[in-house]
């Protein structure tokens, strides 16, 4: 059984958000403060995080580093808090997916089942053959799920390795950013346009040389992005 920790404060959305989640197989625990929560994500086996933003002791900013230095489990950041730039700071540290708050229960259980799928098909390809992909200087080893650029690992979160390879598996296909979002994340894209842009961003910081002028992944304005070959 999948193991679940919900980190939230309020403790009535975290108790709502557990009975949904344990009605569809999921094993939850519940931790209320940000230290506790990291405390436990750190020493446990959980499958998946739903972290809230704003948490007493520790907030779900800093948590979420810490947990993603450690572990590379999908991460759901959740929170009131409506601003961009809040989304975009969490997805940049890591975080998998941003719910904005009021969400329905069946929608957050949609989105966990989505990255648990995922997730679950990312770890059982470990046990096949080492699957590679190399394009100019870029070589990404599929199996392994490193990345080397020019000769040099440089690491990157779930979804950017995601992005990144299904991006040069595909060179010269321009996907737009709703369909870079069902393809990598499973879901429709309604509200999160920002996460694909985050995204490539830091994709690009670890690849390219010149990150105003990218040679790998380019953007086609008005239309999304394409892998260049």
């Given at each position: 059984?999948?193991?679940?920790?919900?980190?939230?404060?309020?403790?009535?959305?975290a108790?709502?958000?557990?009975?949904?989640?344990?009605?569809?197989g999921?094993?939850?625990?519940?931790?209320?403060?940000?230290d506790?929560?990291?405390?436990?994500?750190?020493?446990?086996d959980?499958?998946?995080?739903?972290?809230?933003?704003?948490?007493?002791?520790m907030?779900?900013?800093?948590?979420?580093k810490?947990?993603?230095?450690?572990?590379d489990?999908?991460?759901?950041m959740?929170?009131?808090?409506?601003?961009?730039?809040d989304?975009?700071?969490?997805?940049?540290?890591g975080?998998?997916?941003?719910?904005?708050?009021?969400?329905?229960?069946?929608?957050l259980?949609?989105?966990?089942?989505?990255?648990?799928?995922?997730?679950?098909?990312?770890?059982?390809?470990?046990h096949?053959?080492?699957?590679?992909?190399?394009?100019?200087?870029i070589r990404?080893?599929?199996?392994a799920r490193?990345?080397?650029v020019?000769?040099?690992?440089?690491?990157?979160?779930?979804?950017?390795?995601?992005?990144?390879?299904?991006?040069?598996?595909?060179?010269?296909?321009?996907?737009?950013?709703?369909?870079l979002?069902?393809?990598?994340?499973?879901?429709?894209?309604?509200?999160?346009?920002?996460?694909?842009?985050?995204?490539?961003?830091?994709?690009r910081?670890?690849?390219?040389?010149?990150?105003?002028?990218?040679?790998?992944?380019?953007?086609?304005w008005?239309?999304?992005?394409?892998?260049?070959?």
């Amino acid at each position: 059984m999948s193991k679940i920790l919900i980190v939230e404060d309020e403790i009535a959305i975290a108790e709502l958000e557990k009975d949904y989640l344990e009605l569809s197989g999921f094993q939850v625990a519940i931790e209320e403060t940000g230290d506790k929560g990291l405390e436990k994500a750190l020493s446990e086996d959980f499958d998946l995080v739903i972290l809230d933003l704003m948490l007493p002791g520790m907030d779900g900013f800093e948590v979420c580093k810490k947990i993603r230095e450690e572990k590379d489990i999908p991460i759901l950041m959740v929170s009131a808090k409506k601003d961009d730039i809040d989304k975009i700071r969490g997805l940049g540290l890591g975080a998998d997916d941003y719910m904005t708050k009021p969400f329905s229960p069946s929608e957050l259980v949609a989105r966990v089942k989505a990255h648990m799928s995922r997730y679950e098909r990312l770890v059982s390809s470990q046990h096949k053959n080492n699957d590679l992909v190399e394009i100019r200087g870029i070589r990404i080893d599929k199996t392994a799920r490193r990345v080397y650029v020019d000769g040099i690992e440089k690491n990157f979160t779930t979804k950017e390795f995601d992005l990144l390879t299904f991006l040069a598996e595909n060179p010269n296909h321009v996907y737009t950013k709703e369909e870079l979002f069902r393809e990598i994340w499973d879901m429709d894209s309604v509200g999160d346009i920002a996460t694909v842009t985050v995204h490539i961003k830091k994709i690009r910081e670890k690849i390219e040389s010149d990150t105003a002028k990218p040679q790998y992944i380019e953007t086609i304005w008005g239309v999304g992005y394409r892998f260049k070959v």
